[in-house]
């Protein structure tokens, strides 16, 4: 087991080199950026159009439904569904609460 903890030990120690190495190459590319970037008189609104980024799309995007009915009590209903009980328990055909456009 001793050689496995060693190994261990090893690919800690290379992971650390690996994630320093990757920041100062990181730095030095922002700093080459920037410098380049003031030279040619760039400024950061054309440096980020020049990278467009992918566009998150909208978990719902669909519209609510239109309402088609509603009473005098500010009840609504788009005709969608299981008929309300406001409906049902007014007595009245749903066509009594139709919305006229």
Same mark, same amino acid.
């Given at each position: 087991?001793?050689? #496995?903890?060693?190994? #261990?030990?090893?690919?800690?120690?290379?992971?650390?080199?690996?994630?320093?190495?990757?920041?100062?190459?990181?730095?030095?590319?922002?700093?080459?950026? #920037?410098?380049?970037?003031?030279?040619?008189?760039?400024?950061?609104?054309?440096?980020?159009?020049? $990278?467009?980024?992918?566009i998150q799309r909208k978990t719902n995007t669909r519209a609510? @439904?239109? &309402?088609?009915? /509603?009473?005098?009590? %500010?009840?609504?209903?788009? %005709?969608? %569904?299981?008929? @309300?009980?406001? &409906?049902?328990?007014? %007595? /009245? @055909?749903?066509?009594? $609460? #139709?919305?006229?456009?």
């Amino acid at each position: 087991m001793a050689n #496995l903890q060693a190994l #261990l030990k090893q690919q800690r120690e290379l992971e650390a080199q690996i994630h320093k190495a990757r920041e100062e190459t990181r730095e030095a590319a922002i700093a080459k950026i #920037l410098e380049v970037a003031e030279e040619a008189g760039l400024t950061a609104a054309d440096i980020c159009n020049a $990278f467009p980024m992918k566009i998150q799309r909208k978990t719902n995007t669909r519209a609510s @439904p239109k &309402v088609k009915y /509603k009473d005098n009590k %500010g009840n609504t209903w788009s %005709g969608r %569904g299981a008929l @309300p009980r406001w &409906v049902r328990d007014s %007595g /009245k @055909p749903k066509e009594a $609460f #139709l919305i006229k456009e």
